[in-house]
Nanobody, 119 residues
Framework: QVRLVESGGGLVQAGGSLRLSCAAS????????MGWYRQAPGKQRELVAT???????NYVDSVKGRFTISRDNAKNTVLLQMDSLKPEDTAVYYC?????????????WGQGTQVTVSS
C-alpha cells in the first residue's frame, strides 16, 4: 500500500515561517508530479504548489515569492518552505502525488496537516 505522511504544521505568528514535509512510502515504482494543496474553512481545496520529477515548479499567485517547493526523488519526499506567512494562509495543507505502484498510476493524498497563522 502506498501512503503519504505529512508533518510540520502548527501555529505561527504572521511573518513567521513553517516547513511542511511529506514522505511517500510503499511499493512505489515512480512518482511524477508532487504538490501541496490547502483547504481553508468554508472554502474549496486549492492548489498551492507543484513540482515535477524534473524539478519544474508551479505556484498559485498568492504564495509566489513566499513559498518554495522542493523534492528529493531518492527519498520520495516533497517539502514546502513557507516564509512571510499571512493569516490568510491558515488552512489544512494536503500533500499530493501521482504515483505508479503498478502499471497504472494514481493520485494519492496525505491526511492533511493544520497550519494556523495568527495576526
Amino acid at each position: 500500500q502506498v501512503r503519504l505522511v505529512e508533518s510540520g504544521g502548527g501555529l505561527v505568528q504572521a511573518g513567521g515561517s513553517l516547513r511542511l514535509s511529506c514522505a511517500a512510502s510503499g511499493s512505489i515504482i515512480s512518482i511524477t508530479t508532487m504538490g501541496w494543496y490547502r483547504q481553508a474553512p468554508g472554502k474549496q481545496r486549492e492548489l498551492v504548489a507543484t513540482i515535477t520529477s524534473g524539478g519544474t515548479t508551479n505556484y498559485v499567485d498568492s504564495v509566489k515569492g513566499r513559498f518554495t517547493i522542493s523534492r528529493d526523488n531518492a527519498k520520495n519526499t516533497v517539502l514546502l518552505q513557507m516564509d512571510s506567512l499571512k493569516p490568510e494562509d491558515t488552512a489544512v495543507y494536503y500533500c499530493n502525488a501521482y504515483i505508479y505502484a503498478s502499471y497504472w498510476g494514481a493520485d494519492y493524498w496525505g491526511q492533511g496537516t493544520q497550519v494556523t497563522v495568527s495576526s
